[in-house]
């Protein structure tokens, strides 16, 4: 069999373990939002935090809950990394540098994981579980959370009522997330993904001596960083590492987790709607974008141009024997059309156009399909700056769910398509246009340029996957992402929480002969064609100087 | 407007208490209990596999499975990269493996790639230093290497620096150099990198490899026997 016909066959096994879930999953998800019971350990877990789960929630006071328990996160793993030093149980690793705290507290906070440092020789055990892995479940169940609330937002009428955000997130990570990640981790163990609490080992080798290694609870932190789009790996090598990601089944497997909340959460959305039709329609376009990269990304992996692979006769260069190029084009586009950022191989070193594939993935905002519950709600507002945009050229008012689209709910959808773009083009202006931040730089010419602009755009739409050749361990690059993390997270949010309170507070106009029908074909290409159109106008320039420069040269 | 700024300081306090505690007690449920209970079924259930997929040969631990290893000659006075024992089969490069710099009471295997673009100088100079030297140590007499039938996988970093696989046809380059280094016939050299080749799970998932660990360790029984 060739390798072009196993990645097909891979592919396809992957869609329909997906297809299969699809119903399942996201009508479950839709119950765990909707339902009126609340477990006993939910019970007595509103009564330690001192909300009660019932009380609804006006858009500001959702969006308080979101910003003070995202900010108390982001503290309390800065101060846990800054004290390693004197932690029990982290094999006297030392304390992290104040900037690299800041960095790394913030990158897991906004489900970016972006990380600055080497996890084998940084951070201890306690840090990683106690630390950065609760930051894997609680930053993904705030991500749907807040998806939750904007769908509440069409789905209801004269209210200002979003749900409980507390309630949202103790349920979203009890419910949904450990359940999924206990079996997921179980998996990966059973397939030798490795899963103890004993410090270094030294282990003999084959030609005498010895070589030390790390153990940690990796396979319960693996099936989270996936399941929750997350992607911080316990080890540098991320999912390339062999203890993360040892098969070629726990490869596919790995992609599977990383795609299935995101994509199921569009059944969630047209459960809650009262129209699983509507949710097909997005699901639709999710997926014609995801297989269409996949598609553009083996085509050019497999044809290595790049006069480093012509001569070594394949892409191989960073990547692993076991996954081959079709396995590993499947993960680079699904890591980086979710907010995910995992790697079982390493971008820079891909063909120029493949590494300006996986940049575009994430340029679109991480919507096909996105991350958890980012995906959802950037896809949402796509969808409607689209029926505005039909309505302008039929010259009637949109609406999209019954839902009028006025001028108030068109700021709030431009400030949020607006925001993220402005963050990686201004940052990665000046880290160019500085004297000492292109220091960092590993590679020379149009490469060099796309490592930053890598950065930038991988930390404001907080991907966390990185051209790694890039030295980001600096203050310069440490803040920066840090900044770019922090604004590419919550900003989006404010405008998604305010459209969600707006739309709401709407009564539904009925359906007429002239109304857009959002669930069909027509409409998921207009969304496809809206979403490259503007993305491509945004980025072109910057995508010219970097990787078309590179791949075309 | 004082009361109003009290009001708001209070009601800001009370948030990020709330805050605070909803933290505390996710932490205690997904980062204690989570990796607790997980380690207590993969330890009872996995416990080989859990620890490292550790192997041993005559009682001795010497590395694992699914970590991939050097097969170097010690260094020689004023040597900074070792050379190749060519006894052994040799796995991939891995220029981007590293050791730690910081808490260097240890000294730990860091992994990592190279990062090197494809369009760069110092990635084509290592693929075709690399792919000279794959000729030039498999050319026996008899026996002589196509630079066009070096694999790919025999002149690239993988992505880890650790990848422990091999592919078939790598191994199999190998094989007239393995039997003139160890005074084999290349039939059961040929026959032992067979019996190590692992094909694509189910017949499609991931590629066909071969464990370079396992095969020389097979083949130093095989030597032995000899």
């Not at chain 1, 119950?31 to 019970?43: M, W």
Request: net charge neutral.
């Amino acid at each position: 069999m060739s390798p072009v016909l196993a990645g097909v066959l891979q592919l396809l096994a992957l869609i329909g373990a997906l297809a299969l879930a699809y119903v399942p999953v996201g009508t479950y998800m839709a119950g765990v939002y909707s339902s009126k019971k609340h477990l006993r350990v939910e019970k007595w877990i509103y009564k330690v935090i001192g909300a009660d789960p019932d009380t609804e929630m006006s858009w500001p006071a959702y969006l308080r809950g979101v910003l003070a328990f995202s900010a108390v996160s982001v503290l309390f793993l800065y101060l846990l990394q800054r004290l390693q030093g004197v932690l029990p149980g982290s094999m006297h690793f030392s304390s992290v540098n104040p900037a690299q705290s800041f960095n790394t507290a913030v990158s897991f906070v906004t489900n970016t994981n972006w990380q600055s440092y080497y996890g084998e020789q940084t951070m201890g055990h306690v840090v990683q579980t106690a630390g950065l892995a609760v930051q894997n479940f609680v930053s993904a169940a705030v991500g749907i959370a807040v998806a939750v609330a904007l769908v509440r937002g069409f789905a209801r009428s004269r209210t200002g009522e979003l749900g409980n955000f507390w309630a949202d997130l103790v349920r979203g990570t009890l419910r949904i997330l450990v359940p999924g990640a206990v079996v997921a981790a179980v998996i990966l163990v059973a397939c030798g993904a490795i899963q103890n609490f004993s410090g270094i080992h030294e282990v003999g080798r084959f030609m005498g001596g010895s070589q030390q290694w790390n153990g940690g609870a990796v396979a319960s932190q693996e099936a989270i960083k996936e399941l929750g789009t997350n992607g911080g790996g316990y080890f540098n090598a991320n999912s390339a590492h062999p203890f993360e990601n040892p098969t070629p089944f726990t490869n596919l497997f790995e992609i599977f987790l990383i795609l299935v909340i995101p994509f199921s959460l569009t059944r969630t959305f047209g459960v809650m709607v009262g129209s699983v039709k509507q949710g097909y329609a997005i699901l639709a376009t999710m997926f014609t974008i995801w297989l269409g990269f996949v598609a553009l990304m083996a085509w050019t992996e497999f044809a290595h141009h790049g006069p480093a692979l012509q001569a070594a006769g394949g892409a191989m260069e960073g990547k692993e024997t076991r996954f081959g190029v079709g396995a590993s084009s499947i993960f680079a586009v699904s890591t980086t059309l979710t907010s995910t950022g995992a790697v079982d191989s390493f971008h820079s070193s891909f063909t120029g156009l493949g590494g300006g594939i996986t940049m575009l993935g994430m340029m679109l905002g991480e919507i096909a399909p996105g991350g958890t519950g980012s995906g959802l709600y950037g896809m949402l507002i796509m969808a409607v700056i689209a029926v505005f945009i039909a309505g302008l050229m039929v010259g009637r008012t949109p609406e999209y769910l019954g839902k009028k689209i006025g001028g108030r709910e068109m700021k709030l959808a431009a400030a949020y398509i607006l925001i993220t773009p402005a963050l990686v083009l201004v940052f990665t202006a000046a880290s160019m246009a500085l004297p000492t931040p292109p220091h960092s730089i590993l590679n020379s010419g149009a490469h060099g340029f796309s490592e930053v602009l890598y950065a930038f755009t991988s930390a404001s739409n907080n991907n966390g996957s990185a051209f790694a050749g890039l030295n980001a361990n600096t203050d310069w690059f440490n803040t920066m992402t840090g900044l770019a993390m922090l604004l590419g997270r919550f900003l989006p949010m404010v405008f998604v929480l305010a459209l969600a309170g707006s739309l709401a507070e709407q009564t539904p106009v009925p359906v007429t002969a002239g109304t857009l029908r959002t669930e069909k074909p027509l409409f998921t290409g207009l969304l496809v064609g809206a979403i490259l159109i503007i993305t491509g106008l945004t980025y072109f320039p910057a995508l010219a100087l970097g990787p078309l420069a590179e791949g075309l040269a | 407007m004082l009361i109003a700024m009290n009001n708001s300081f209070v009601n800001t306090a009370r948030l990020l208490g709330a805050g605070l505690r909803a933290l505390l007690v996710l932490t205690l449920v997904t980062g204690v209990v989570y990796p607790l209970v997980v380690t207590g079924i993969a330890q009872a259930a996995f416990h080989d596999k859990a620890n490292g997929s550790e192997i041993k040969t005559d009682g001795k631990v010497v590395g694992s499975s699914l970590i991939g290893q050097s097969y170097n000659l010690p260094l020689k006075k004023g040597q900074q990269t070792p050379d190749a024992d060519l006894k052994w089969f040799q796995g991939r490069p891995a220029n981007g493996l590293g050791t730690n710099s910081v808490n260097t009471r240890y000294k730990l295997i860091l992994s990592g790639a190279t990062n090197l673009s494809a369009d760069s100088k110092v990635l084509l100079e290592q693929v075709q230093d690399a792919k000279a030297a794959v000729v030039k140590d498999n050319s026996v007499p008899g026996y002589s290497v196509d630079p066009s039938d070096v694999p790919a996988d025999a002149v690239t970093s993988s992505g880890s620096g650790l990848d422990p696989d091999i592919s078939p046809a790598y191994a199999e380059l190998q094989v007239h150099r393995i039997a003139a280094r160890n005074g084999l016939p290349v039939a059961q050299v040929e026959k032992l990198v067979k019996d190590h080749t692992t094909g694509r799970t189910l017949g499609f998932v991931g590629e066909p490899r071969v464990n370079v660990l396992e095969l020389n360790i097979a083949l130093k029984d095989l030597a032995a026997k000899q």
